[in-house]
């Protein structure tokens, strides 16, 4: 990030290619498996999370393989609602996946998106947290493109760009915006507005 301070008050900006995250509508199984692993989601626990994960958004109501989570399995866990059998429209969404937490969803927050339309990640555009989390898992390891398996890598396409703006002030005021844009050529600013986070 560009850190910049004036008087009092501390400026951080970060630009990130979103064709380093992994997109929770193209990432196979395999991927999203391997980075809840990453990020310290247990064996068992991330291959059937994976599985609701890919049944959430796809459009049928089979379960993909023993640990897939469909209309049924949502009924049995008590829940009115079942998946929503249709491609995630923010990364937010996943609060709605049989099997997700709270504590699980802020975790994969900087690490996913819905924007990249991409079924790998390019590591040379993936964020310091997701390639010191595929080192190991414990967040010891170093960060390094290497770290990403070869055959869940692929180029960027640049489609979409995340900044995000933190200010802080010396009375302890903390503001911060996200957002996530796409260039366009077609449209006078050369850009669209995606999604904003407060």
């Known amino acids: 990030p560009l850190r910049c301070v004036h008087e009092k008050t501390r400026v951080e900006i970060a630009v990130n290619d979103v064709g380093g995250l992994v997109d929770i ?13 990453r990020v310290g989601v247990a064996p068992d626990r991330a291959d059937a999370l994976a599985a609701s994960i890919v049944d959430f958004r796809d ?35 996943l609060d709605q996946v ?20 991409q079924p790998g990640i390019d590591p040379w555009r993936a964020p310091r947290e997701l390639l010191i989390a595929s080192s190991d898992g414990d967040g ?5 493109p290497a770290n990403v398996p070869s055959e869940f890598r692929i180029s960027s396409k640049g489609l979409a760009y995340r900044v995000v703006v933190r200010i802080s002030t010396s009375h302890d005021g903390r503001f911060a915006r996200e957002t996530v844009v796409e260039p366009m050529r077609t449209v006078p600013l050369g850009f669209r507005v995606r999604e904003w986070t407060i």
Not at 25 to 37: D, F, Q, R, V, Y
Not at 69 to 82: F, P, T
């Open 59 to 93: 459009a049928d109501d089979v379960p993909g393989g023993p640990h897939g989570a469909e209309s049924a399995a949502y009924q049995a866990a008590g829940l009115g609602r079942g998946p929503k059998n249709a491609p995630f429209e923010t990364i937010t969404e």
């Open 25 to 37: 509508n193209g990432a196979s199984h395999s991927l999203i498996e391997w980075l809840l692993l």
């Open 140 to 144: 010891a390891g170093k960060a390094a």
């Open 98 to 117: 049989l099997g997700m937490t709270a504590t699980l969803l802020d975790r994969l927050r900087r690490l996913v998106t819905v924007y990249a339309r």
